[in-house]
T-cell receptor
Framework: ETGVTQTPRHLVMGMTNKKSLKCEQHLGHNAMYWYKQSAKKPLELMFV???????ENNSVPSRFSPECPNSSHLFLHLHTLQPEDSALYLCASSQAASGRGGRTDTQYFGPGTRLTVL | SQELEQSPQSLIVQEGKNLTINCTSSKTLYGLYWYKQKYGEGLIFLMMLQKGGEEKSHEKITAKLDEKKQQSSLHITASQPSHAGIYLC??????????FGAGTTVTVRA
């Protein structure tokens, strides 16, 4: 497996369910990101992790809970979501985290998880 | 926060014709990234530009960053069906955070 992988690719859940999205990067990077992509809107950065430490939380509701157990894995735990949370959730990784040390590292993206909340 | 404006929002081009997409920032960019996305899939990195006046090409795709580092263009020569998709620009300003434009949907007609 190469690059950035995400599972599941599609997820349908009820508002009372608890589910998790998984991301794995095979690039040896130190930073990982969660983005939300809704129709007709620019990508929204949700969380940034650098060396397993959360360095940014862009005012994301607490029903989204990230976890980064090591520099290769990133999870997004979901609970009591709302229909407006339906979107494509993208994971990305880069050599270093954006905004730290003035780096301009390229972010590489996974294929995304299409989430539908009923 | 920094905003990136992309134009056009969508375009349809005849196969074999050229097309240009623009990306404009209200602030100076310290890194400008072009990505391509197939509907419902992840972003594929195309090119990164950093220096004013910089130009890069890969196969039939050319990207430029203006001297003031506030505007970039992506030009595709002799478009093919494989060029269809959503093109997004991403840019870093002085805080080095990456923001994205809303995307340009390209349709190539045979």
């Amino acid at each position: 497996e190469t690059g950035v992988t995400q599972t599941p690719r599609h997820l349908v859940m009820g508002m009372t369910n608890k589910k998790s999205l998984k991301c794995e990067q095979h690039l040896g990077h130190n930073a990982m990101y969660w983005y939300k992509q809704s129709a007709k809107k620019p990508l929204e950065l949700m969380f940034v992790y650098s060396l397993e430490e959360r360095v940014e939380n862009n005012s994301v509701p607490s029903r989204f809970s990230p976890e980064c157990p090591n520099s290769s894995h990133l999870f997004l735990h979901l609970h009591t979501l709302q229909p407006e949370d339906s979107a494509l959730y993208l994971c990305a990784s880069s050599q270093a985290a954006s905004g730290r040390g003035g780096r301009t590292d390229t972010q590489y993206f996974g294929p995304g998880t299409r989430l539908t909340v009923l | 926060s920094q905003e990136l404006e992309q134009s056009p929002q969508s375009l349809i081009v005849q196969e074999g014709k050229n097309l240009t997409i623009n990306c404009t920032s209200s602030k100076t960019l310290y890194g400008l990234y072009w990505y391509k996305q197939k509907y419902g899939e992840g972003l594929i990195f195309l090119m990164m530009l950093q220096k004013g006046g910089e130009e890069k090409s890969h196969e039939k795709i050319t990207a430029k960053l203006d001297e003031k580092k506030q505007q970039s263009s992506l030009h595709i020569t002799a478009s093919q069906p494989s060029h269809a998709g959503i093109y997004l620009c991403g840019g870093r300003t002085n805080d080095y955070k990456l923001s994205f434009g809303a995307g340009t949907t390209v349709t190539v007609r045979a």
